[in-house]
């Protein structure tokens, strides 16, 4: 899509002439081992790959100062992972498994497309439409938590994807295109608490478990 803005000499990867889907992760994990493995002059069981949600489930278990004597229900939430954008674990007797995981596309990726649409930087600039968003007055805001409604719902201990829209950045284009500034900033970050809230309540009423990592 954006060959000619591409410095393939400057990009880490061998990807030159290679064709990929978009979900091609195991392709592309072979060329990531490759790729590292040349570059420090290492043997294939000397490189481990983790899977992206364990990583951040083990982190938010092991920095809990009571993870050995509480049974942990173990939350994660992003754009996208490996192989999902939110997921669900129970730690429990030192040992960890996961118990729901969502595939659609996350609440991370939503609001990483609305700081795009503000003209600020994907992946940077979050923090700066979350302080943008209590200074909207309500009828701005509502009006683009209503069009947001189309995009994510909560069944279960999953975050569902509910639009056919082909590309969200454009379809949230269209929709959000007569709201304020301030407005898209507050509606997409209480759209992205309610349904956070929903979620975690969810997920506290099937496993029974209120210790939330």
């Given at each position: 899509?954006f ?6 000499k ?75 954008s ?18 659609g ?109």
């Open positions: 899509m060959k000619d803005k591409v410095s393939w400057d990009f880490p990867y061998e990807v030159t002439g290679k064709s990929f889907e978009r979900a091609s992760f195991d392709e592309f994990k072979k060329i990531r081992m490759n790729t590292v493995k040349k570059r420090l002059n290492k043997k294939d069981d000397q490189i481990h790959i983790v899977n992206h949600h364990l990583a951040h489930s083990m982190y938010a278990i092991f920095t809990a100062p009571f993870c050995y004597s509480k049974d942990l229900l173990v939350l994660a939430s992003d754009g996208y992972g490996d192989d999902c939110s997921s669900v674990g129970i730690f429990k007797n030192k040992k960890f498994q996961f118990i729901a995981k969502s595939k596309n996350g609440i991370g990726r939503l609001y990483r497309y609305a700081v795009l649409l503000l003209g600020m930087r994907p992946g940077v600039d979050e923090h700066k439409v979350m302080g943008l968003a209590p200074y909207a007055k309500e009828y701005h805001w509502r009006r683009a938590y209503e069009k947001l409604k189309a995009y994510l719902k909560v069944k279960g201990m999953e975050i569902e994807y509910i639009n056919p829209d082909k590309d969200i950045y454009f379809s949230l284009k269209e929709r959000l295109k007569a709201v304020r500034f301030d407005g898209i900033s507050a509606g997409i970050q209480y759209f992205c608490e309610d349904i956070s809230k929903e979620w975690v309540k969810n997920c506290i009423d099937a496993t029974g478990i209120g210790n939330v990592v």
